[in-house]
């Protein structure tokens, strides 16, 4: 760490996810390393089947069955992969929380909001149920709910697919959390709802002092709102820069060809160009650099051996032997 650098709030380094399956285990993610700085967003893009919310998952210490991480994830200077359960319990929700895709798949049906969120914040305090009642109101009304007195008695259908993800924020941010981990918190939202709810993300950063991994396929959103972002390909991030470099100079093919997928307004009128193919299954990657098979750039040694992770200019990595040569314009 150069002098007068902090340490960052999270690092995770050489991480290896695997899953079980019948004929032996399959890597799912390849040595992933990235770090995120104390009070700033860092951005997770990359298309669905990358490995982003394995990424997510791991962090959190809930990797499905079958699964398995190896590797080293460092929380505040500390391990905490392959931690207890019940330390990682004093963790979750406490230091590190999650807004997961699709707030009706974690809210509980059949018990009203306000419970859920004072559940959430007497798993981890010391206070009475009056009191959480109490800071459960302050919390909806922190993420804009109206009428949040009333609002406490109702059910998750009964409010809106923006609302409930506003509880679902809530009920993250009840313990003052280090770092918030924002898994696709849009899904299913329309766009002016998208924005309100990435701008209420950012707002509570910034008010907090938190620090977010904001996990989604639209580097616009990133752009907005994150000060670096790691483009994620089949396990692998394949490129990794300050937001605005990858938007004036991306280093991969990957991720010109996600940014060519964007409808920017100087380029109105003209065809979008989306990505042939899809990302593979992890038991059936190409040789070589693993965007080959749908890569347009790629020259015979592509295929042949996988690139290394290389700094291109300072703080501007990537994983494409023709990194050098990328010349792409907004």
Known sequence: MSAGMTAPLLEIKDLDIFFARAKGGVKVVNKLAFSIQRGSIFGLAGESGSGKSLTALSIMGILPNGARAEGSIEFKGSGILGLPSEKMRSIRGKEISMVFQEPMTSLNPVLKIGYQVREALLAHLPISKKEAQTRAVQLLRSVMIPAPE?????????????????????????CNPSLLIADEPTTALDVTIEAQILELIDTLRAERDMSVLLITHDLGAIARHARTVGVMYAGRIVELAPVGEIFSGPKHPYTIGLLESIPFKNKRGMPLKPIPGSVPPPWGLPPGCKFSDRCSFKIPPCQQAEPEFEEITPGHFSRCIRAREMKWTL
């Not at 009333?150 to 924020?169: A, E, F, K, T």
Request: charged share 15%; proline share 4%.
């Open 150 to 174: 009333q609002r406490i008695n109702d059910y998750p259908h009964q409010l809106s697919g923006g609302m409930r993800q506003r509880v679902m924020i809530a009920m993250a941010i009840a």
